[in-house]
């Protein structure tokens, strides 16, 4: 039970801190002088070094057997970065801040599901993954509203500092985790689970499964219709003149508190029915959200079709451990297939906007949603036609017995 509530809180918090390097940078530089051209820079400095980070971050986590360490060390360093953020803010330390939050990054996302799968088990990974994505949504709109209005009653600045001292807590929640909690020898239902000596396969192995690449097509496909979608309608609502701050805060949180409530129960329904049928449900709500983002409406329509991000986002994020964890079940290089999904999936988020943008200058905003729609619907076939069920056999007898009972 200690060790649980360890990873729920490290869970909520660790999201809470990665909200600190949102667009808060961005107009801590603004009121710094910076131009748009520099902010630019720092910012895609940061998005491409978190590009290129993804997949040795994995493989590094592979090869740590005691993940709290590598966890930790994740932490220290998305810590430190915050507090290069508080100093004057030169381009030294922004450009230094933004690749170190970027590589810090990139070994926490895949060190969390180390851990998850660690305390859980694969055959119970699904629900794990659904409760620690609660906690992540809880936390990433908490801390929101905590760092937004520490910016409104002091400065931007306090926000990088609370982002630091918010490490402290994580730190402790790590503490909590205890390693007699881990899943025993006889146990282990999965090779990521044993000492990285004792793997017999090299890592490059998981490039021959074939499901690993249909998903990442699928990703790419997911995240260039999805990354998109918010920015291009607050974009046309601004110009409206009702892209007021309220309709924004609404379309970042409302969407957390939508995952905050799927997670779990679509993290149970996967065990039960497999992950296809819920990986379909997911990846239709984006081509749908982009259909009726085309239709230009107004703020209180968007802030209500922003839902369906909250359903995309459940899926999605739940998904992505779950189908490295199915398919390197036999080899054990869970964290290096979580990093090359986490690639695909960067690749389609980069190229997005500036498909709509381009698409919207040429052709119009409706135009340029439904370019990013077909985008979407073309991951839904993807997935309808060429993704495997990657459910193990033996969750599928366990979760029919239950059934049955």
Same mark, same amino acid.
């Given at each position: =039970?200690?060790?649980?509530?360890?990873?729920?809180?490290? !869970?909520?918090?660790?999201?809470?801190?990665?909200?600190?390097?949102?667009?808060?940078?961005?107009?801590?530089?603004?009121?710094?002088?910076?131009?748009?051209?520099?902010?630019?820079?720092?910012?895609?400095?940061?998005?491409?070094?978190?590009?290129?980070?993804?997949?040795?971050?994995?493989?590094?986590?592979?090869?740590?057997?005691?993940?709290?360490?590598?966890?930790?060390?994740?932490?220290?360093?998305?810590?430190?970065?915050?507090?290069?953020?508080?100093?004057?803010?030169?381009?030294?330390?922004?450009?230094?801040?933004?690749?170190?939050?970027?590589?810090?990054?990139?070994? =926490?996302?895949?060190?969390?599901?180390?851990?998850?799968?660690?305390?859980?088990?694969?055959?119970?990974?699904? !629900?794990?993954?659904?409760? !620690?994505?609660?906690?992540?949504?809880?936390?990433?709109?908490?801390?929101?509203?905590?760092?937004?209005?520490?910016?409104?009653?002091?400065?931007?600045?306090?926000?990088?500092?609370?982002?630091?001292?918010?490490?402290?807590?994580?730190?402790?929640?790590?503490?909590?985790?205890?390693?007699?909690?881990? @899943?025993? &020898?006889?146990?282990?239902?999965?090779?990521?689970?044993?000492?990285?000596?004792?793997?017999?396969?090299?890592?490059?192995?998981?490039?021959?499964?074939?499901?690993?690449?249909?998903?990442?097509?699928? %990703?790419?496909?997911?995240?260039? %219709? !999805?990354?998109?979608?918010?920015?291009?309608?607050?974009?046309?609502?601004?110009?409206?003149?009702?892209?007021?701050?309220?309709?924004?805060?609404?379309?970042?949180?409302?969407?957390?508190?939508?995952?905050?409530?799927?997670?779990?129960? &679509?993290?149970?329904?996967?065990?039960?029915?497999?992950?296809?049928?819920?990986?379909?449900?997911?990846?239709?709500?984006?081509?749908?959200?982009?259909?009726?983002?085309?239709?230009?409406?107004?703020?209180?329509?968007?802030?209500?079709?922003?839902?369906?991000?909250?359903?995309?986002?459940?899926?999605?994020? =739940?998904?992505?451990?779950?189908?490295?964890?199915?398919?390197?079940?036999?080899?054990?290089?869970?964290?290096?297939?979580?990093?090359?999904?986490?690639?695909?999936?960067?690749?389609?988020?980069?190229?997005?906007?500036?498909?709509?943008?381009? @698409?919207?200058?040429?052709?119009?905003?409706?135009? %340029?949603?439904?370019?990013?729609?077909?985008?979407?619907? %073309?991951?839904?076939? @993807?997935?309808?036609?060429?993704?495997?069920?990657?459910?193990?056999?033996?969750?599928?007898?366990?979760?029919?017995?239950?059934?049955?009972?």
């Amino acid at each position: =039970m200690r060790s649980r509530l360890g990873l729920n809180g490290l !869970n909520f918090l660790t999201a809470a801190i990665q909200a600190g390097f949102g667009p808060f940078i961005a107009v801590w530089l603004t009121q710094n002088g910076w131009s748009l051209e520099s902010i630019g820079f720092a910012l895609s400095l940061g998005t491409f070094a978190q590009v290129i980070a993804q997949v040795p971050g994995g493989w590094l986590v592979d090869h740590i057997h005691l993940k709290r360490y590598a966890t930790g060390g994740a932490l220290i360093g998305l810590g430190v970065a915050a507090l290069m953020l508080v100093t004057t803010p030169s381009h030294a330390t922004v450009w230094g801040s933004q690749i170190l939050h970027a590589v810090a990054s990139a070994v =926490m996302t895949p060190a969390l599901a180390a851990l998850t799968l660690k305390l859980c088990g694969h055959g119970s990974f699904g !629900n794990r993954l659904g409760v !620690n994505a609660r906690y992540a949504s809880l936390g990433a709109a908490g801390s929101a509203a905590l760092l937004g209005a520490a910016a409104s009653v002091t400065s931007d600045r306090s926000v990088f500092l609370l982002t630091a001292v918010l490490v402290i807590p994580a730190l402790c929640t790590l503490l909590l985790i205890r390693p007699s909690d881990m @899943v025993e &020898a006889e146990e282990q239902d999965h090779s990521a689970l044993l000492h990285p000596t004792e793997r017999e396969r090299p890592a490059w192995c998981i490039f021959r499964i074939p499901a690993l690449h249909v998903f990442a097509v699928a %990703a790419v496909l997911f995240q260039l %219709a !999805n990354a998109g979608l918010l920015p291009a309608a607050l974009n046309i609502l601004t110009r409206r003149g009702e892209g007021q701050g309220f309709v924004v805060s609404a379309c970042i949180i409302l969407p957390q508190m939508v995952v905050a409530a799927l997670s779990p129960w &679509a993290g149970t329904l996967a065990e039960r029915i497999g992950r296809r049928p819920i990986l379909l449900i997911g990846f239709a709500a984006v081509p749908l959200r982009a259909l009726l983002f085309a239709t230009l409406p107004g703020a209180v329509p968007v802030i209500v079709i922003e839902t369906l991000d909250g359903v995309s986002a459940t899926v999605f994020g =739940m998904m992505l451990p779950l189908i490295a964890a199915d398919v390197t079940k036999d080899n054990g290089y869970l964290n290096l297939a979580i990093g090359s999904l986490g690639l695909a999936a960067s690749l389609g988020a980069t190229f997005s906007p500036t498909l709509a943008g381009v @698409v919207a200058n040429h052709f119009g905003d409706p135009a %340029a949603f439904l370019c990013l729609g077909t985008a979407g619907l %073309a991951g839904v076939v @993807v997935l309808a036609f060429a993704m495997p069920e990657t459910r193990p056999e033996r969750s599928r007898d366990v979760s029919e017995a239950t059934l049955a009972a």
